[in-house]
């Protein structure tokens, strides 16, 4: 990815030049074509797709601000109320997404940037696939550890995006991952044979209905997932609107204005500090 500025229109642009130059140019068009589909504001747009001098580049809009996997990296992990905001971005984008019958299949930090203003932006629909007559996607391909069981047989469905979305929750809160292992053969043995170990238990600041979320977008068993972004959404609001989720933000918010120093008042006629609670000033005797 690449950022660039296109002097036409003096704006800032990135253009991403897929690895595979040279062959096939209806599949060198697929992804701009799946993002010409998507228009939502957590999605990032696409501007143009072109080849010039036999390169194929795709023009996109360009994100001013890190990636969730930068933002991982510097905390290690990240406090309940700041996540549940990102999550619930990226799951609008993929509901959006699978109402458009587009299946995303690479979800994971890299490809999560949060602008500065805290809105988040879903990238890389590289290797999506539009499901119109097929019940799933067959191809092997995405990156392992934020990988449905489903998707290691080649069997992706738009629960598997619910999946990648679970993974990723689970590694914000946790700073580490529900499954892992460099060979994605011993891994998928893993996922199929062992349970993960609750995010509640690795973070104790977990509400309780945030850790039940998480567990039913890891369910190995697709029917027991939440079927598509919409539904995951619902227990996700609910959360926000939680006394449980008000509490630790209450809580949070408390811990702040602790620290924080108080104002110091100014008489405004001797110009000195004023003690708290006085309705004259000690010393000059004006009435404030």
Not at 107 to 123: D, G, H, Y
Not at 203 to 208: A, F, G, K, M, W
């Amino acid at each position: 990815m690449y950022k660039a500025v296109d002097t036409w229109l003096k704006k800032v642009v990135a253009i991403k030049i897929p690895h595979q130059q040279g062959g096939d140019f209806n599949k060198l068009l697929m992804e701009p074509q799946l993002l010409a589909k998507l228009d939502h504001e957590n999605i990032v747009k696409l501007i143009a797709a072109e080849k010039q001098d036999s390169v194929f580049f795709i023009v996109m809009e360009f994100v001013d601000g890190p990636s969730l996997e930068d933002i991982i990296a510097d905390k290690g992990k990240m406090n309940t109320p700041e996540s549940i905001p990102i999550i619930r971005q990226i799951t609008c984008a993929v509901d959006y997404a699978h109402l458009n019958n587009i299946i995303h299949r690479d979800l994971r930090p890299a490809n999560i940037l949060i602008e500065k203003s805290s809105k988040v932006r879903v990238a890389d629909f590289g290797i999506s696939k539009l499901l119109e007559n097929t019940p799933f996607a067959r191809t092997i391909i995405g990156t392992p550890p934020y990988m449905a069981p489903e998707h290691f047989d080649g069997k992706t469905v738009f629960a598997s995006d619910i999946y990648s979305i679970g993974v990723i929750f689970y590694e914000m809160l946790t700073g580490t991952l529900p499954y892992y292992d460099p060979n994605p053969g011993i891994l998928k043995k893993k996922l199929m044979e062992e349970s993960f170990t609750p995010p509640r238990v690795l973070n104790v600041s977990v509400p309780q209905k945030i850790n039940d979320i998480i567990l039913k977008c890891l369910e190995k068993e697709i029917s027991m997932r939440y079927q598509r972004g919409g539904d995951l959404l619902m227990d996700l609001d609910s959360c926000m609107i939680g006394s449980e989720f008000q509490k630790e933000v209450a809580d949070i918010r408390k811990r702040i204005s602790i620290k924080e120093e108080p104002k110091v008042k100014i008489c405004w006629n001797c110009k000195r500090p004023l003690p708290r609670r006085v309705l004259n000033c000690p010393r000059c005797g004006e009435i404030l």
